[in-house]
């Protein structure tokens, strides 16, 4: 299923097998901002994560790829662990100590 939102942010992780993008769902005036990881080889989602309460600004991964942060205009930076994640089909906003995620305040 493809998104025909805008993508202004996106990241590969570093062995190049994963593509992070934001987009946000819903209709307009009431859009949740989310991230989808899409395997590149197989062309499909892995997973959907609802993940701020404002527009996401930033996606990277962790030099060996076993985390994606997001950051956000809601002051926000995510630390998601992307094994945890892939396989899930779903994730929602993490908070500190919430198994295999962190969240991060500025």
Do not use: C, M
């Amino acid at each position: 299923e493809g998104s025909t939102d805008l993508i202004k942010t996106l990241a590969f992780s570093p062995d190049g097998r994963i593509l992070a993008t934001q987009f946000s769902v819903g209709p307009l005036g009431r859009r949740v901002p989310s991230i989808r990881l899409w395997d590149i080889s197989g062309r499909r989602e892995l997973v959907r994560i609802e993940a701020h309460r404002g527009p996401i600004t930033a996606l990277a991964f962790s030099p060996g790829g076993l985390y994606l942060i997001s950051a956000s205009e809601d002051a926000t930076a995510l630390i998601w662990d992307v094994s945890h994640l892939v396989g899930r089909g779903s994730a929602r906003p993490a908070t500190i100590g919430e198994e295999g995620t962190q969240s991060v305040n500025r």
